[in-house]
């Protein structure tokens, strides 16, 4: 029977692959240091009023009764990397969150799960875990719960009025791609309809903070217009679903790759950003596409969507917040500061003007007339 330590051991590193509430670094990854995102124990979240907290990530159980071939803990998973499997009770995990609690180690709890017996049965049994840390011991700090595919909207409700915030990983961006990794989950019950209903607990306000998903790229051949389609449509008044992370498909079996792997990452990222924080619509972020549907890698994708914005290039001191957005180099501080100057009725006639607010000057200046000047490149004459 193993001990309570090597449930933490096991379960802990298991969690370590969803990313919902945590920020890994693919450029440093050494195994042991550290922070060292290959390593489990604890990730960071951040609430609302933007604090960084610490929060304990575990898995109730590694037990799962589905065939997902991207995950450590499948059926399909018949490799030597397959872990001894193990599952907390309730009551266990609960003492030992406290304890990690009451000795200052960690500020909350995401709690994730493989499916032992059935969803709901493992719901019950998550849902069993939050109260007793809330009613039992207390527990007022942060607590993330994953919600499993297949949950009834009973037990979903359950959770979500316990938990501060809850997430449901997508994985794949349509049926016929989960089709391909995974023969035991249906796409529009397990994960379509679980989504809806978190949809309208937000919209009654029970789950205020939000809820968020994850996709795991690269273990089908899904283009990333495949993906975008599904992320903006989730982005959506139908949806509105705060936050959508990518993680890099690494086969279970596979050795660390170099930080080159993570760049199709990376770019959907910066799409992401770029549509939830400088209001960059669906069909403009989709105009970079290649013909084979897939987000350039070579260049950022601000970089591609400016080089093709007709509004270029701009008077520094008459454009308008939302155009300065646009400006590869310039972001929202800058923007605002700049939007300052110009209300200040300051005349920004040299480059180091806009250096002093913020502004990464190499990028920007060939989108900007700066003392009735543009700068231009090579490209200009080619
Ligand atoms: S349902 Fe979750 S825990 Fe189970 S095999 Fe799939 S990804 Fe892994």
Known sequence: MPSTLEKLRILGDAAKYDLCASTASPKKQIAGAIGSPTTMGICHSYLPDGRCISLLKVLLTNKCIHDCVYCINSTSNNSCFKRQTVSFDPDELANLTM???LRNHIEGLFLSSGIEGDANQQAERIHETIKLLRDKHKFGSYI???VLPGIGKDELKRISEVADR???NV???NSSRLNEVCSTKDYNSDILRPSKWLTDFYKK????SGYTTQYVVGSTDETDEEVLKRVFDF????????RQYYSSYLPITAEIPQPSYFLREVRLYQIDWLHRVYDYNSQELSSILNEDGFIPLRD???LLLARQDDIFPLDINEASYNELMRVPGVGERSATRIIELQREKVDIRKPIQLKNVGVVIKRALPFLKVGNMVQT???DFM
């Open 171 to 173: 994985e794949l961006p």
């Open 377 to 379: 490149t090579m490209d």
């Open 144 to 146: 993330h719960a994953k």
């Open 166 to 168: 809850v997430s449901i």
């Open 300 to 302: 950022d994708p601000k």
């Open 205 to 208: 306000g029970l789950i205020p």
């Open 99 to 101: 304890t990690f609690f």
């Open 235 to 242: 982005y959506s008044n139908d949806w509105k679903f705060r």
